[in-house]
């Protein structure tokens, strides 16, 4: 049975820091490449970033370009989102997800989810 398990959420002051992790169980990571999507309240899920399989391709959304870094250990079978200088539009809840259709950041490319975990940044 798959399982992606996010945690790491919480509330922060605008400006601060998080580190989200996944936790995958049920499939092996290092075949996926690895997304992090998000969706705020009465708003559609969006696009984070994504990695690639080995590590060496990231992709980020222009929102959070240059703030959020997107890592993977896949010994560990866990990817990472270290988020700094939050705002408080980044207010959602955090879903990590696997895809093997390539550098792609349509939520629809992506099979597997995890049940998300709440960050909100307060201002």
């Known amino acids: 049975q798959v399982q992606l398990v996010e945690s790491g959420g919480g509330l922060v002051q605008a400006g601060g820091s998080l580190r989200l992790s996944c936790a995958a169980s049920g499939l092996t990571v290092s075949n996926y490449v690895m997304g992090w999507f998000r969706q705020a309240q009465g708003k559609e899920r969006e696009f984070v970033a994504l990695?690639?399989?080995?590590?060496?391709?990231?992709n980020y959304a222009d929102s959070v370009k240059g703030r959020f870094t997107i890592s993977r250990d896949n010994a560990k079978n866990t990817v990472y989102l270290q988020m700094n200088s939050l705002k408080p539009e980044d207010t959602a809840v955090y879903y990590c997800?696997?895809?093997?259709?390539?550098?792609?950041?349509?939520?629809?490319?992506?099979?597997?989810w995890g049940q998300g975990t709440q960050v909100t940044v307060s201002s």
């Open positions: 990695i690639s399989r080995g590590g060496a391709i990231t």
């Open positions: 997800a696997t895809t093997q259709r390539g550098i792609v950041i349509s939520k629809s490319e992506y099979n597997y």
